[in-house]
């Protein structure tokens, strides 16, 4: 890649996380703690009203649901940010967490297959190829109009495959990886990352299929950059 094309990229990756982060703080204000103070407002309305001890009961439950959908989207927002089973139980675990999450967030279908995966995994692959995962699923589910996906992951050699695949609405292929979407060129520049390799089939009606392969060693740039 020219200096001027890598220069390109890390705007464009910038840009991204910059949309994501604006993302995160408009979901924050706009939909966790204005059903917080929903949660408040009808707690304090309980507290005040004169009723019987089962419209009491019919009313706390009903608080005790919303917490409880509340509780749930801030898992959703904090595995988005940080997965913490990915750090402590692996990259295979973290994949079937966060595949098991998107289907039922979508009410899709996501078949995973994890085979042979190292347990000792540098972290900047682990991380890398976590979120190669979660984009290519995001754009799935988002683009794809697909209801069932497939994913596998697989350490092949002294690499590891990451393939994620849909019977979707698909697209151009080559035009779209020589244009400029914040989503590709954040999954190309992750992949540059720790030297490995992006490619995409795709033909409008026919599916895409995602083929990332991250190959067992040192990547080139520290994690944090990830």
Not at 218 to 226: D, E, F, M
Request: with cysteine; net charge neutral; proline share 3%.
């Amino acid at each position: 890649m020219g200096e001027q094309a890598r220069s390109i990229a890390s705007r464009k990756l910038i840009e991204a996380h910059e949309k994501e982060r604006t993302w995160i703080a408009r979901e924050l204000h706009d939909d966790i703690i204005q059903r917080l103070c929903l949660i408040v407002m009808n707690l304090g309305n309980l507290q005040e009203a004169d009723t019987s001890l089962a419209g009491l009961r019919e009313g706390i439950g009903n608080v005790i649901q919303e917490a409880s959908n509340l509780s749930t989207d801030i898992q959703r927002l904090s595995h988005r940010l940080h997965s913490s089973k990915l750090q402590h139980l692996g990259l295979a675990a973290a994949a079937a967490a966060h595949c098991r999450e998107v289907a039922d967030q979508h009410k899709v279908h996501i078949e995973l297959r994890a085979d042979n995966i190292p347990g000792d995994l540098s972290p900047d692959i682990a991380l890398s190829i976590f979120r190669l995962l979660q984009e290519a699923l995001q754009n799935a589910v988002k683009h794809s109009g697909s209801p069932r996906f497939d994913v596998l992951l697989n350490h092949v050699s002294t690499e590891i495959h990451l393939t994620v695949r849909d019977s979707g609405r698909g697209f151009d292929a080559a035009q779209a990886m020589k244009g400029h979407g914040l989503g590709l060129t954040s999954m190309n520049e992750r992949v540059a990352l720790v030297n490995g390799e992006l490619s995409i089939e795709s033909q409008p009606q026919k599916g895409t299929t995602v083929y990332v392969r991250v190959p067992l060693r040192s990547p080139t740039k520290p994690a944090h950059q990830l």
